[in-house]
């Protein structure tokens, strides 16, 4: 290892390599539970950089972790098998934004926060704001097909590349799209790099449309004694025609434990929404939100409030938002973990049903839940909320996420919508794609990094396991060979 | 405060990184182990014993305390309290900062913490005042 180091500090110069212990610790976690420790780190600063890279890791079957802000939820930017984690972070040049053409140009370790802000200084916006906004990466962003706050109104992010660059393990160059807003010539690439979780190639530099951003916005709150409600309430929305940003439901448990600590005086409910919409003149803004105020009461919306200042914004917001910090005053030591049950999607019908079940499963297992839903979009986020240093939490958390995922399965949904596989999904790759397309993706795998250097360990491609190549944080751990005695 | 009577919020570091980007100094170095982030995985390391006290110091010490990451921090930690309270402990340890030991000899030397010649700082106070 120590010669391939020296020829990677030969690339990308001396400061570019990271190999102290303590640095390199700083590398080994994320969200899960897992602690892994890279040989080395490599910041590439250009493209050329990144091909030579990866024609001598290929050559010397190193493997190789692409890494953006290591916001992951799920261990996707972990090396858990060792080896090179290539950070992409000093990769970040904005290289061009045209308000001609509605595009940017930028490099991969561009943060999406920096980007926004130089978007808005031109009136336009790259809608896919992930909650890690101030961490996360375009090139992570892209490399997991994220799904923004506003993914309601705006989609995933895979359809707003309209170019791309990716190197490939052998270091070849692959330009996907241009400058063109279309483009329909064989199979789309794009697509596949995005999501693929860095498994396929190096995103070096990415062509983004853009949309104006709409001049004016408001945040509407309101409480339901019924998720069915809810969820009407979000669904007569959207037939009404109204171009909301996005929806948000909070179970009620969750409502009240946040108005407690932070004083918020919220009524008792059993879902609280939050959603927000834009306008292109106030008047405009004006109309939606009388719809939206309108069919909110009509449901059974109560206490419907509208913000348009910050202070208000914010306290709408918190039984979204606030959890972690709630959660610390009432039960100190206590975290969230990222594990398999985190992101799940079920059909637009069932989503009171799965706030209300979800719930109740982890809190069955004794410990703390907190129920998340991009309404309209049918994605769940549970969170399970632990005291790592009790070994019974991690029984009951694992016991929890498989107990969900099936749950979820049976009633039409799909294991993972979000953060994609990762790591920490490994287990439950065959039972959410099946046993063909699992061989297909192995398939493409091998054809593009026939070695298995890239991103080894993820998603199912040469594994199904998760706890045997990676060291724990907490040696309380559970791990699910333990499980299964 | 001991360092160990911090370890609840070294645990409640989810290590989702929304401190990194407000950091002036990871700013400057794009290194995992000068977020706030990173320190909190670097002390936790510590204090499970995978790395010693001389390998953390230096990282230690390059922070301003400037608050950024708290506020920012998912869940509002005072991280700038736990590395304080790690300073506290490498100084007991013998691994105190070398900046604070210059600027101690500066002073005993030149009579100011930045090692200026005495009367260069004198003919500047009287270029100040003409
Ligand atoms: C507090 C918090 C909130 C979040 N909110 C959301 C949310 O709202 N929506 C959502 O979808 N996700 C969310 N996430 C998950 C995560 O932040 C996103 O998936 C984000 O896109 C990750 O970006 P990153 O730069 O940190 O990627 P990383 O964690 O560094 O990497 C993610 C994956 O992309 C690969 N990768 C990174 N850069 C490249 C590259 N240049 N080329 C090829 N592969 C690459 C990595 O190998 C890894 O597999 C959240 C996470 C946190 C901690
Ligand atoms: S207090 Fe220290 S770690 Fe936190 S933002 Fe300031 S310099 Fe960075
Ligand atoms: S924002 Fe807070 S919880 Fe998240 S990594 Fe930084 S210090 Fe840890």
Redesign the interface.
Do not use: C
């Given at each position: 290892m120590s010669d391939t180091i020296e020829q990677l500090r030969q690339i990308v110069g001396e400061n570019n390599v990271?190999t102290?212990?303590?640095?390199r610790?700083?590398?080994?976690?994320?969200?899960t539970p897992y602690f892994s420790i890279p040989d080395a780190v490599v910041?590439p600063t250009t493209t050329e950089q990144v091909v030579e890279i990866l024609i001598l890791l290929n050559e010397k079957g190193v493997p190789v972790t692409p890494r953006g802000?290591?916001?992951s939820f799920q261990g996707s930017s972990l090396a858990v098998r060792g080896g090179i984690l290539l950070?992409l972070?000093?990769m970040?040049k904005i290289l061009e934004i045209s308000n001609e053409d509605m595009i940017a140009i930028v490099q991969p370790?561009v943060?999406y926060?920096?980007f926004e802000h130089e978007l808005e200084r031109r009136g336009l916006t790259f809608p896919h704001d992930v909650g890690?906004h101030?961490?996360a990466t375009i090139g992570g962003i892209l490399a997991s097909d994220s799904n923004g706050h506003h993914a309601y109104k705006h989609g995933r992010v895979g359809a707003w590349i309209q170019g791309m660059e990716v190197v490939l393990v052998d270091g070849t160059i692959l330009r996907l799209g241009t400058r063109a807003p279309r483009y329909n010539m064989g199979y789309n690439l794009a697509a596949l790099f995005a999501g693929s979780e860095g498994t396929l190639g190096i995103i070096t530099e990415a062509t983004l449309k853009l949309v104006p951003r709409m001049p004016v916005e408001a945040t509407i709150g309101a409480f339901f004694q019924n998720l069915d409600g809810l969820m009407n309430a979000s669904l007569a929305i959207t037939m009404s025609g109204i171009d909301a940003g996005t929806f948000e439901a909070t179970d009620g448990k969750t409502v009240k434990t946040i108005s407690d600590v932070m004083n918020l005086g919220f009524p008792t409910c059993e879902g609280n929404f939050v959603g927000d919409v834009q306008g292109f003149d106030e008047e405009n803004l004006q109309r939606k939100l009388m719809v939206m105020e309108r069919i909110l009461k009509e449901h059974g919306g109560e206490n419907v409030v509208i913000a348009r200042d910050e202070e208000t914004t914010n306290k709408l917001w918190a039984p979204r938002l606030e959890i972690?910090?709630a959660?610390?005053k009432v039960h100190?030591?206590?975290?969230?973990?990222g594990f398999a049950a985190a992101d799940p999607c079920v059909p637009l019908s069932k989503q009171a049903e799965a706030i209300r079940e979800i719930g109740r499963i982890i809190r069955s297992h004794g410990i703390i839940a907190a129920v998340f839903c991009h309404a309209g979009i049918g994605i769940i986020h549970p969170a399970v909320l632990i005291d790592?240093?009790n070994r019974e939490h991690w029984v009951a958390m694992k016991k929890a996420e498989q107990e969900i995922l099936e749950y979820v399965v049976g009633i039409g949904g799909v294991v993972t919508a979000e953060h994609g596989f990762g790591y920490v999904k490994n287990p439950y790759v065959r039972m959410a794609i099946g046993q063909d397309k699992l061989e297909l993706d192995r398939r493409i795998k091998k054809l593009l990094d026939p070695n298995g250097i890239l991103n080894p360990g993820k998603m199912a491609l040469d594994t199904e396991e998760r706890d045997s190549d990676v060291g724990f944080?907490y040696k309380e751990y559970v791990t699910d060979e333990e499980m299964a005695e | 405060m001991p360092l160990k009577e911090h370890l609840h919020i070294i645990m409640e570091c989810v290590s989702c990184g929304l401190c990194q980007s407000n950091c002036p100094i990871y700013k400057q170095t794009n290194l995992e182990s000068n977020s706030a982030k990173g320190k909190m995985t670097i002390l936790f390391a510590l204090l499970e014993g995978w790395l010693n006290w001389d390998e953390v110091a230096e990282r230690m010490y390059e922070c301003t305390t400037c608050k950024n990451c708290q506020a920012t921090c998912l869940s509002g930690l005072d991280i700038p309290a736990v590395v304080e309270a790690a300073r506290a402990e490498l100084v007991k340890r013998g691994l105190g900062n070398e900046v604070s030991a210059q600027l101690v000899k500066n002073m005993q030397k030149t009579h100011n913490p930045f090692g200026e010649d005495p009367k260069a700082r004198n003919r500047l106070k009287e270029l100040a005042e003409a």
């Open positions: 990271i102290a212990k303590v640095d610790v700083a590398y080994s976690r994320d969200l910041y802000g290591g916001a950070d972070s000093r970040n370790g943060r926060e920096t890690s101030n961490a972690d910090t959660i610390v100190p030591g206590y975290r969230e973990f790592a240093r944080i | -």
